[in-house]
């Protein structure tokens, strides 16, 4: 279902900017749409809105849907550009690879929660179900509301590899769809915890220190904090030409600056 979602929605797109493609101002408009991770998206629109005001004659679609359905319509040859959160299978291999930014998955908890450090065994034990109660990591005698991602997303996918290490995450946890959704419940519920991306963080909610390691860009770049995964555009094989230039532009100095506010860890700083 989540594919042939993706379809139609792109369907819809292609649909509604070929209407317009006309020309502007005797320009022709180039069209790059893009697809995949909930994780990457946001900064990605955010990347395509500063482009196309430098870039009038372009237009940018954005779409979600995950970071495995990305990598499909990649495969497929629906999209010029796929994103994921994750790091590819061998049999998704045969797309071209290319890292915009590192982003650290920050394990949340509600500020009202006096907890500030967990090791990674902690965490692993709670997600696996072998530890449901917050006594038992020293504050109240009470049950961890924990929130994951759903399967095939790509924060999931990094979180299984980097934190669970082939340990399965318990079936009777809670799900959500998006890293805005994980941060909603943690936001809302003071015995909820569970992962975003890095750059999501804020007010809201509070990162813990990970075996005494803050997650921040400054301890990513120096390697001291564990829970790291790239952020990938996905083609497949060489860019078309104009994709090639929104692709330029993410990687330039402007791009990866607007990366970094975002509190993202560029390739090219």
Not at 69 to 96: F, P, W, Y
Not at 142 to 170: C, P, W, Y
Request: charged share 25%; aromatic share 8%; hydrophobic share 40%.
């Amino acid at each position: 279902m989540g594919k042939l979602y993706l379809s139609i929605i792109l369907s819809f797109f292609l649909i509604i900017t070929s209407c317009n493609r006309g020309n502007v101002n005797n320009q022709k408009r180039h069209l790059v749409n893009i697809a995949g991770s909930t994780s990457v998206m946001p900064f990605t629109e955010k990347l395509a809105e500063y482009f196309m005001v430098g870039h009038p004659e372009y237009i940018v679609n954005v779409q979600s849907g995950g970071s495995t359905a990305g990598i499909q319509a990649c495969i497929n040859g629906t999209v010029h550009i796929g994103m994921s959160s994750r790091e590819l299978k061998e049999d998704e291999k045969v797309l071209n690879e290319i890292v915009i930014c590192y982003d650290g998955i920050a394990i949340i908890v509600n500020p009202k929660n006096p907890i500030n450090d967990l090791t990674l065994e902690q965490v692993r034990n709670i997600f696996s179900g072998k530890v449901k109660n917050w006594k038992d990591l020293g504050w109240i005698n009470r049950r961890i509301d924990a929130v994951t991602r759903e399967e095939g997303s790509g924060t999931r996918g990094a979180f299984e590899e980097l934190v669970m290490h082939k340990v399965h995450i318990d079936d009777g946890i809670m799900v959500q769809d998006s890293n805005g959704s994980v941060k909603e419940v943690v936001a809302t519920d003071p015995y909820a915890i569970g992962y975003v991306s890095l750059g999501m963080v804020d007010k809201k909610v509070k990162a813990l220190k990970i075996d005494g390691v803050e997650p921040s860009i400054e301890n990513i770049k120096q390697k001291k904090y564990k829970v790291v995964r790239p952020f990938l555009y996905l083609t497949k094989g060489k860019p078309e030409a104009d994709a090639q230039v929104f692709i330029d532009f993410v990687l330039s100095k402007e791009g990866q600056g607007i990366l970094k506010k975002e509190g993202l860890v560029p390739v090219n700083d």
